[in-house]
Each structure stands twice: as C-alpha cells, then as structure tokens.
C-alpha cells in the first residue's frame, strides 16, 4: 500500500477513547477540589485567623515570658541565693582585708621604770607607743609595785606618737621596788576623714609650739649635790587659746635617758611667748644632750579657751 501523507493516522479504538474521556475528568477533579478548597477556606477563615494570630501571639510573647519566668526566678530563687553567697565573700574580704586596714594595733607599753627624784622623791616611767596613723587614744594607767600602789592618772596618745607616760616627784622613804605599769579603760579613736581630711595639716596649726633660746646649766645651785637647771621660751604660734600646754624635758647622756621631767603653762594664748625654767634636784652624770617637747590634746575640745 502507498503511504499517503494527507491520511489521518488511525490507532486502535480504545486508545482514542481513553484520550477523549481522560482530559475533561482530570480538569473537572482539580476544579472540585480547588472549590472545595476555597469552601473550606472562607467557611473556616475566622477559625483560621484565630489560630494565625494566636501563632504571632505565641512568637511574640515568647521572649516576654522567658525575661518574665527569668525575673520572677531571680527575685525568689536564683537571685537570693546569689546575694547571700555575695554578701559571705564580702563578709569574708572585711574580716581578712578591712579589719587590717580600719581595726587599730593595740598600744605598746614598755617595762616601768624609776627615777631618784630628790630627797625622798622619785620619778616613775614608761614608754607608750601608737603606731597607728589614723587612730589616738585614751587610756588610764597607774603605777604599783612594792611600798607603791599609785592613783589612777589620764593619758593619751596622738596617731603615731611615742612618747613617756609618768608619775613625778612620788615622795618614799624607800625606793619602790618591783615596780610596773596597770592600764584601764582604753579608749581608741578613729580620725575622721570627713571632719579632718588632712591630719599632719590639722596637727601643724595646733602643734606649733616653738621652743627657743634653750639653756642648760648642770650646776645652776651647788651644794652637796649640784642641781641643774633647763630654761627656754616657748611661744605659741597657733591661732588657739589654749588652757593648758606642757613641756616634758629628757636629758640623756648619749643615747641613754638619765632624767626627765615636766612643766605647765596655763592659758597659753595665740601670739603668746612664756620664760619657762625647770630644774632637777638629784645629781646627774654628765649630760650631752636634752629634748624639750610640748605636750598638747589636740582632740580635746575642753582644751582650748573659747
């Protein structure tokens, strides 16, 4: 047979029917299922706006609630917690740290010791010492010993002072032996920093007391025992009344305190310059140098004159 090219080309009978029928049912599935789609949709578009916003509701609220669960965590469990385990480290760091920094070094005291006097007198002594820059103190103390059971005296002592403490002229048949040093009722006082920001600055205004034209004279009265004589001037540069300003007087022979003693000037004003003179009654060794320092309260309010 020929081929003939304007034949339609004819394929079996059920081929074509499963073409023609197949189209139109695949197209009428996808319109029902989009209506059906579509009729689900819009029925159910307030259910599903519901659950759309309460998605971007949770989304949102999350991180609040987390910074909530964290805080309300915080202010009863965790947080508590934290700040007693805090406060122990800082209780911890007071006790080993501040304590060293702000608690004061007890007072040192050296052994008493004695002093002829005169005739019948002696003078009694020891050395006190406050190694504390920020502390001074106040203290009572007395000297006991065999045949001496002295009366309670006030003393006190500035922020890194040394200096004697004593008891002049104690009139006894006999030297006291065995004699030593009782203290009571110290009292310790933290400078403050607000009132005094500055204490050498708050020292210097107070303290300067000049002592000049010293004069020492070994053999000022002879007799059967020469008596010595220490004179000086002493004048007050601050600009305070003061009720009382003392003068302890050391004589050493080298290195080695041989004698000391102790004068008063009452009502020692601003501006003010004293003649002073004090004298020693027992024979001394010979004497290569002496000291004469003021002795003043600076903390004491009832020191000075208003």
């Known amino acids: 047979m020929a081929f003939n090219p304007n034949q339609e080309s004819v394929g079996p009978p059920e081929a074509q029917s499963q073409s023609s029928t197949k189209k139109p049912a695949d197209k009428e599935g996808e319109l029902k299922a989009s209506f059906k789609f579509s009729f689900w ?35 009863v469990i965790t ?6 385990n805090l406060n122990t480290i800082l209780d911890i760091k007071v006790s080993q740290e501040a304590l060293a920094n702000i608690a004061a070094t007890p007072l040192y005291f050296s052994e008493a010791e004695i002093f002829a006097g005169g005739i019948g007198q002696y ?16 203290f009572q103390y007395r000297f006991v010993g065999e045949g001496l059971e002295g ?34 009722d110290i009292k310790y006082h933290r400078i403050n920093n607000h ?46 009344d003061y009720w009382l300003i003392g003068f302890y007087t050391y004589l050493y022979r080298g290195d080695q305190l041989v004698a000391l003693n102790y004068i008063g000037a009452t009502e020692f004003l601003s501006g003010e310059s004293r003649d ?17 320092v003021p002795e003043l309260n600076i903390f004491d309010e009832d020191g000075y004159i208003r």
Do not use: C, H
Request: hydrophobic share 45%; no cysteine.
């Open 41 to 75: 949709f819009f029925r159910n578009k307030p259910f599903l706006k519901k659950v759309f916003m309460g998605l971007v509701i949770v989304v949102v609220a999350a991180p609040w609630t987390y910074t909530l669960i964290w805080l309300l965590d915080w202010a």
């Open 79 to 84: 947080g508590p917690k934290e700040r007693a």
């Open 123 to 138: 003078d009694i002594f020891s050395q006190v010492k406050n190694q504390n820059a920020k502390w001074w103190m106040e």
């Open 151 to 184: 009366d309670w005296r006030n003393g006190f002592v500035l922020p890194d002072e040394t200096k004697y403490i004593t008891n002049l002229g104690v009139e006894r048949a006999f030297r006291p032996r065995n004699i030593r040093l009782e203290t009571r």
């Open 195 to 240: 009132l005094i920001p500055d204490y050498a600055e708050f020292k210097k205004e107070r303290m300067d007391i000049v002592v000049s034209d010293t004069d020492f004279d070994p053999r000022a009265i002879q007799n059967k025992k020469n008596i010595a004589l220490l004179s000086f001037m002493a004048k007050n540069n601050t600009a305070y």
């Open 276 to 292: 002073l003179e004090i004298y020693f009654y027992e024979g001394l060794p010979a004497v290569s140098r002496y000291e004469i």
